[in-house]
């Protein structure tokens, strides 16, 4: 699990580590990490929390583009440049 804040400031872990706007924490994957919130009225508070289970795969990146080969980064070049990376099936709604 990562910790991203990106305003504001928390308190992350056993020992109450302050993470402040800008820093990236990298929590126990076993779990039991906590992450205070004080209540400060005076400022505002975001961030962002991102879990999920270990891939256990091969990882290839070339400029924004993160794949598993490089022969999958070539493709997506290749998708970027003739329009077919991202095509949208449906209709956009503005909410």
């Known amino acids: 699990r990562i ?9 992350v872990g056993p020992e109450q580590v302050v993470a ?26 975001g961030f962002l929390l991102l879990a999920g289970k270990p891939l256990r795969e091969p990882i290839a990146r070339y400029g924004p583009f993160v794949m598993n080969t490089k022969d999958e980064i070539r493709q997506a070049f290749l998708d970027y440049q003739s329009g077919q990376l991202c ?7 503005k909410i």
């Not at 095509?87 to 709604?93: E, F, L």
């Open 3 to 11: 910790l991203y804040v990106y305003k504001g400031s928390v308190m």
């Open 20 to 45: 402040k706007e800008g820093d990236t924490c990298l929590l126990d994957p076993r779990g039991g990490s906590k992450v205070w919130f004080k209540e400060n009225l005076s400022k505002e508070l």
């Open 87 to 93: 095509k949208i099936k449906g209709t956009m709604k």
